[in-house]
Each structure stands twice: as structure tokens, then as C-alpha cells.
């Protein structure tokens, strides 16, 4: 009776540490009908990150490149790294009816907003700051002064939330989870998302 073939542009910030990555893998699990972005960063890899999988690993040269042929949909600068996200993937996959997260910092996800309002705007939350602090040092991947650049950065982006369209916490994984699936369905229930069938 109703259909809605084209997938939802869903756009994941938070501070860095907050669990993003935890959550959109999770979110990944048992769901053939959602996609996570591939960004590109000059940023180094982390231990066990993998070029092509967790990232597009280039030179500032390169990255650069890119966003002079316009291949970038959105990029920013994040704690002196270069981080962007290629657009003819993202494109392609919604107009294949798949759902596409964009996880992103919140300069590029406002970027993304003024050109693709229709996209649903999740902002996550840490329980507290002092959480925030022990999942940036538990995860080990960053330097002392690394952390602390970030933690900055996290007061300056939580300011921002109020320009998303939801909160999650991330107190647990499968309760932020959840939160983020129900987003998910009743945003594709909207009426303007969807179109009756011909039979009507
Ligand atoms: P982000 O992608 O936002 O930078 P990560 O997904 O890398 O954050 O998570 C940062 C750290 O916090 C990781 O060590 C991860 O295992 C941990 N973590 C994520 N979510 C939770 C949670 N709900 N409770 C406790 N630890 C968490
Ligand atoms: P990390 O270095 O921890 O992987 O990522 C740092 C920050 O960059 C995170 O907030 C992450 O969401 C953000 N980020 C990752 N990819 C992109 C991207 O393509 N564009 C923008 N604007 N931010 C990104």
C-alpha cells in the first residue's frame, strides 16, 4: 500500500571516545539494509586498522586532491588531522535503498545538514565527562596530550548538539543501540518518506 525505497542518510557525532564506533558496529550486526561510510583522513592508523576498511588512509597531498576534483561531500579538520567523506559510495548506496551512516565530527555533519536536510542528525551523549575521560584513556590510543586536545574539543562539540535532531546516551552499548534502531524506523515510517503504491 506504502513504500519507501530510497535509504535514510544518517548522520553519528559525538566526542571522540563517546563510543561511536562501538555503537555503529553494533548497529552493523544481523542488518543488511545499513552501510557505514568509508571517510578518508590523513590521520595515521591506529593498531589493527585496516586502509580501505576502517578508513581511507592518505597523504595531505592527496586529501587535498580530493577535495579540489570536489569528490568530498563534506571535510573538516579535527585535532590537526584531515578527515572527509567520499560522495559517489554515499549516493550510490542510499539510491540502492540501503540506510548510510555518516560518523562524523560536527563541523562536516553541519556541512551535511545544509545540503541534505532530509538526513537524521544523532548526536551522542557520554553518561558524564568523567566517563568520557576514562573510555579516551581506556581505549589506549592516543597520547596523553592527544587526549586532552580532544576532551577540549568534546566541550566545544557538545555545545554544538543542539543543531542535531536527537540525543542518544551511550550509557550501555545495547541500550544506545536500540535508541538509535527505533530512530531509525519511526523516521522511515514519516509520511513525507513515503509514497503510496500505484494501486492508489
Ligand atoms: P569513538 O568512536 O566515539 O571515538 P569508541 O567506539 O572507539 O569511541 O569507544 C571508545 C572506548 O569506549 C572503547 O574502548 C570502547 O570499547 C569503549 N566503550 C564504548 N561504548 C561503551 C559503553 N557503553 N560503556 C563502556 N565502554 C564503552
Ligand atoms: P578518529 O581519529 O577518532 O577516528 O576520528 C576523529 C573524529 O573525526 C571523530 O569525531 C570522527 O567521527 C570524525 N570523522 C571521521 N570521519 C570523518 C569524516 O569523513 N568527516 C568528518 N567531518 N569527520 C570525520
Redesign the pocket.
Known amino acids: 500500500m506504502v513504500e519507501n525505497k530510497r535509504g535514510l542518510l544518517l548522520v553519528i557525532s ?12 553494533a548497529l552493523l550486526e544481523n542488518s543488511d539494509d545499513t552501510v557505514v561510510s568509508v571517510s578518508a583522513t590523513t590521520r595515521k592508523p591506529r593498531e589493527g586498522e585496516i586502509h580501505g576498511e576502517n578508513y581511507y588512509f592518505y597523504t595531505e597531498e592527496k586529501f587535498k586532491e580530493m577535495i579540489a576534483q570536489d569528490e568530498l561531500m563534506e571535510w573538516a579538520c579535527f585535532c590537526g588531522n584531515y578527515y572527509g567523506t567520499p560522495r559517489t559510495p554515499v549516493l550510490e548506496a542510499l539510491k540502492q535503498g540501503k540506510n548510510v551512516i555518516l ?1 562524523i565530527e560536527v563541523q562536516g555533519a553541519l556541512k551535511v545538514k545544509s545540503k541534505y536536510p532530509e538526513g537524521v542528525f544523532i548526536f ?1 551523549l557520554p ?1 558524564s565527562l568523567e ?1 568520557l575521560r ?3 584513556e ?4 592516543e597520547s596523553k596530550e592527544v587526549v586532552e586536545e580532544r576532551l577540549q574539543t568534546a566541550i566545544k562539540e557538545i555545545q554544538q548538539s543542539i543543531k542535531y535532531n536527537y540525543f542518544v546516551v ?4 545495547e ?2 543501540t536500540s535508541d538509535i534502531k527505533t530512530i531509525i524506523n519511526a523516521e522511515k515510517a514519516r509520511v513525507e518518506r513515503c509514497n503510496f503504491k500505484d494501486e492508489f
Open positions: 559525538g566526542p571522540s571516545g563517546v563510543g561511536k564506533g562501538t555503537v555503529c558496529n560518523e551522542v553518561p566517563e576514562n573510555r579516551l581506556g581505549r589506549g590510543t551511550n550509557d550501555t552499548v541500550q544506545a
